[in-house]
């Protein structure tokens, strides 16, 4: 079986995955990959200390090795996401059996296309921000609107990373959040190619 090790930078990407297998198993059946969330609990390393992580893994029996990190992380690490993959690779090197992938500009843009369970969780009846969710960007990345809904809901409670993404995700399609985000779909592309399956 094909073992694809994910850096992720913490909890609320680890929320996405069981929507991640149940979304792939069906089109990858028996050629499912073992999946292998790994949060770095904040940020994921950069420069030399990436490399290594990578290197580590793709020696400790992992094929392939993804990189998902956000593009807003507080920082100016990155100006889009075509500078956060370039700076990726860069670190890591020439290695073919690693993917840096980006959540644009963080994970909170792919719960954006499922309104509705965000505003009855929230209790809120504030339209979406946007059209297209990948395009809430550097001045109010996703994750600020998220926490500004809840904050101004009638529920009364603080957007929280790890109890709400998965309350917001539960139960769902993520084919929707797929078709709203290209990087979303480019990373699960990713997963297909390197499982020798036809892309989305």
Sequence with gaps: MTSIA??????????LFPLIREFLGKRLQANMPKLVALPCHGRLPK????????????????????????????????TDAADAKKKMRQWVGEEPR????????????WLLPYWPEIQRLAGSNRTAPAPNPETVNHAKPPAYVLEEVFRTGTKGKRYSKTRDAVAILRGKDLGTAVEACPELKAFLNTILTCSGRPVL
């Design 6 to 15: 994910i850096l992720v930078e913490g909890a609320t990407e680890k929320a």
């Design 47 to 78: 420069g030399e200390e990436l490399r290594r992580r990578v290197r580590h893994l793709l020696d400790d029996r992992h094929d392939t090795v993804i990189a998902l990190t956000d593009v807003y992380t507080g920082t100016k690490d990155f």
């Design 98 to 109: 690693f993917h840096p992938h980006v959540a644009l500009h963080d994970f909170e843009a």
